[in-house]
């Protein structure tokens, strides 16, 4: 039996491959995760959630007493196409407008692995990790891997501004 004597500094080799080893596995672990910009900031609702809350609003129609106003904005309405949308990925938002003067907001975070969505084409917002893809009338998921819909979020639509109710 060999006895293993400790290295400078009291570890052993026993515990100095094991760290090296456990470094390494999450640094692969992290890598394989997707994105690194997936947290889910305050306010948002959890990704994880089955069911979310979400607005639809009209031009005109006040949909909350906090108005789209100040860093609260988002877009202008002319900035939403009719049949698509915009991902906010600062803001972890997707707006959608699935007819005309119809506007719907989403979580802009994947249900899949917490992933940003990229973009909104064809009638589906669209996650780049994986390929889950969603409705963008409702959040439903209209191709795998994704099991859950992106939850809703309550929007304001004021004169051509839209903001976060």
Same mark, same amino acid.
């Given at each position: 039996m060999t006895h293993m004597s400790p290295a400078p500094g009291g570890a052993s080799r026993r515990s100095v491959v094991a $760290? *090296? #080893?456990a470094t390494g596995l999450a640094a692969a672990l992290a890598a394989c995760g997707g994105s690194d910009d997936k947290a889910t900031p305050p306010g948002t609702p959890d990704a994880d959630a089955t069911s979310g809350t979400q607005q639809t609003s009209r031009p005109g129609q006040e949909s909350s007493a $906090? #108005? $789209?106003? /100040?860093d609260r904005v988002l877009a202008r309405t002319s900035e939403i196409p009719v049949g698509g949308g915009k991902v906010f990925a600062d803001r972890r938002v997707v707006v959608t407008q699935p007819s005309q003067g119809e506007f719907k907001a989403f979580s802009a975070i994947c249900t899949h692995q917490k992933c940003v969505v990229?973009? *909104?084409s064809d009638g589906t917002i669209n996650c780049p990790c994986h390929g889950s893809k969603f409705s963008i009338e409702d959040g439903g998921v209209r191709h795998d891997p994704a099991k859950l819909p992106l939850? /809703?979020?309550k929007i304001s639509v004021r004169g051509d501004s839209i903001g976060l109710a």
């Open positions: $760290a *090296v #080893g $906090a #108005g $789209a106003t /100040g990229k973009d *909104v939850p /809703g979020m």
